[in-house]
């Protein structure tokens, strides 16, 4: 079992790179190096602030893009190209196993491509900052809930993918990912309004992804620290919400004819 | 050569003497399942959902009821649309049945283990592009529970049974449909299947292409290996099948040794003479006639080859030959299926 999903992450991670899906590290870097000596002539105070802000928001960016680009088509161009019908049809390989390597591919892709920018942009903070601190830790765990957005985003991605076409999925992934990222506003103003509205609104701001409780850049941009339990509550958030997605895609492509 | 008459003949008298299954036109008797059947279809149905709220329903396949014995190379036939691909799909669990049920291998669909033994090629293949073929066949090896040295060796060994060793190390997305089509049966074949389903394996493929697919089927099915495949290549599964099963608009339309299949079918006799007096007597007859000059070829039904002999010695037209025109496949097939699907397989 764990063999076959490895195998077809692997594959799936292989057709990323293949596809040259980590040409956009190229991108990334003339963006970070361009900042920084545009920056550097700023005092290093808000220089430090921009770069960080500037950089992380470019991995998270850069990262989902990725996920919903080649997440809608997981499933979706598998079927469309026929691709899977010799993997399911003539392997010992159940349709959760499929999507779990699947799923397990792309994100593989997005950690290794995040981790490379990780490294140019902890260079860039370095040369700006004449060197790194202890302080500077803070923004490993940034991109902790970077990748932890990944994790969430990939697997709503592969959900659409398992039923809709990959321009649905597209603008299903996209609206899903932008409600999140407001879902404390939308808990707010739930809390201030009144009878079956409020019932309704507190359900959808739950329902939706909290991308915000992910997002933290400003916070380690202005040196706060961040709390370790949310480290804690965000990984367990994570696990149990895109576990639950993982689950509706299974549920639904296991009941799927492949036609 | 010789040999694989020779084969198909044993193969075909064996299979007459077991009294191969029922279906519509069944031939033979009823078969004792002594030996272990390699799929085993029994009333299976299956409907599409079709219209914008998705509440009509087309047929797809239509109670079928079948029998594919181990070891036997299996044709399917039908026209495009018939419900082949659709049969292949339900035995292989990439759609749901509506009803009945079916065994591979002695095993009931959804049994996952037992696709170890079963090697599957889709109608126009299309594969990881991304991939060399080598790549490709070692990633279907490894899924197919094949570890350590054997993944290379298998996948090479594949590659040169079908004649792609040179291109080996090429991306998919370099290849002909020709080469996609061998990288096809070869990821088919890798994991040393018993079973292997074809589905319009010939299709895309040139006369030389098709004659090595057909060469291959033949190998493997030496080697103790039940082929099924699908076709509408109607001289493929001739030269090819023990047995054949017809399908037209989702229903069977027979199914048998092709010999005892077209043992049924009235034969025809060509004559040839001199003389065109006879014409209008044969052509009365029911005859098809065609003059060449003085020679005049008739075409009829056996049964009329004695009046339309008088008729020649009563005209004193001179006897040329009188040879019998074996019916084909194409023959049973346009006798049992739909006008349509006459009008494509003419075309």
């Known amino acids: 079992m764990i063999g076959r999903i490895a195998t077809i992450a692997h594959n799936t991670f292989r057709e990323a790179v293949r596809d040259r899906v980590l040409y956009n590290l190229i991108v990334f870097a003339l963006l970070i190096v361009g900042a920084s000596i545009l920056f550097g002539q700023i005092s290093l105070e808000i220089n430090r602030i921009v770069l960080i802000n500037l950089g992380l928001t470019a991995i998270s960016l850069f990262g989902i893009v990725i996920a919903v680009l080649i997440g809608i088509g997981l499933v979706s161009k598998e079927i469309e190209k026929r691709t899977l019908y010799t993997v399911l049809a003539a392997r010992p390989v159940h349709r959760w196993e499929f999507l779990a390597g699947k799923f397990l591919g792309l994100v593989m892709t997005l950690v290794v491509n995040a981790l490379l920018m990780s490294i140019g942009f902890f260079a860039a903070v370095a040369y700006v900052s004449k060197g790194l601190h202890p302080a500077d830790l803070q923004l490993a765990v940034a991109i902790y809930f970077i990748l932890l957005q990944f994790v969430l985003i990939t697997a709503l991605a592969l959900l659409f993918s398992t039923f809709s076409t990959p321009v649905f999925s597209s603008i299903f992934a996209f609206a899903i990912f932008a409600v999140g990222t407001f879902a404390e506003d939308l808990r707010g103003f739930a809390s201030m309004a009144q009878g079956v509205t409020s019932w309704l609104m507190t359900g959808a701001a739950y329902l939706v992804p909290n991308f915000a409780a992910l997002n933290v850049i400003s916070q380690v941009a202005h040196d706060e620290a961040v709390d370790p339990r949310l480290i804690l509550l965000n990984t367990l958030y994570v696990t149990v919400y895109a576990g639950a997605v993982l689950t509706a895609s299974v549920w639904i492509f296991g009941r799927r004819n492949l036609k | 050569m010789a040999s694989f008459f020779a084969h198909r003949e044993v193969r075909g008298i064996w299979s007459y003497l077991h009294g191969y299954e029922s279906g519509p036109l069944c031939l033979g008797y009823n078969f004792q399942h002594e030996h272990m059947a390699a799929i085993e279809i029994q009333e299976l149905e299956k409907y599409y959902q079709t219209g914008f709220f998705r509440n009509q329903r087309k047929l797809g396949l239509k109670s079928l009821t079948l029998t594919v014995e181990e070891g036997e190379v299996f044709g399917y036939l039908g026209p495009n649309g018939a419900g082949k691909t659709t049969t292949i799909k339900l035995l292989l669990g990439l759609v749901f049945p509506d009803g009945g049920t079916a065994r591979i291998l002695g095993r009931p669909l959804g049994d996952i283990e037992v696709k170890r033994e079963i090697g599957f090629l889709p109608e126009q ?88 697919v057909r060469d291959l089927i033949q190998e493997l099915n030496e080697e103790g290996k039940t082929i099924f495949f699908s076709t509408h290549i109607l001289s493929d599964a001739e030269t090819l099948c023990d047995r054949v099963a017809v399908v037209d608009r989702g229903e069977l339309k027979g199914v048998g040794v092709v010999a005892d299949l077209l043992r049924d079918m009235s034969g025809d006799v060509e ?42 010695r009563e005209r004193q037209c001179r006897l040329i030959s009188v040879t019998p025109v074996r019916a084909t496949l194409e023959d049973f097939f346009l006798q049992h299926v739909s006008a349509e699907a006459k009008a494509e397989v003419q075309a």
Request: aromatic letters at 6%; charged letters at 25%; a positive charge.
């Open chain 2, 125 to 212: 293949p299309y594969f990881y592009d991304h991939l060399t073929a080598l790549e490709l066949l070692q990633y279907y090896a490894r899924l197919s529970g094949i570890g350590g040295r054997d993944v290379r060796q298998r996948s090479e060994r594949a590659l040169a049974r079908v004649g792609m060793s040179e291109y080996a190390r090429l991306q998919l997305r370099k290849f002909s449909k020709g080469m996609l089509q061998r990288v096809g049966i070869a990821q088919a074949i890798v994991h040393d299947p018993r079973l292997v389903i074809l589905d319009e394996p010939m299709s895309g493929l040139d006369p030389i292409g098709r004659r090595e």
């Open chain 2, 271 to 312: 004559i040839a003479w001199r003389g065109p007096q006879a014409i209008a007597a044969l052509s009365a007859l029911g005859a098809r006639c065609h003059a060449t000059g003085e020679v005049v070829r008739a075409r009829l039904p056996e049964r009329l080859q004695d009046a339309a002999l008088e008729a020649l």
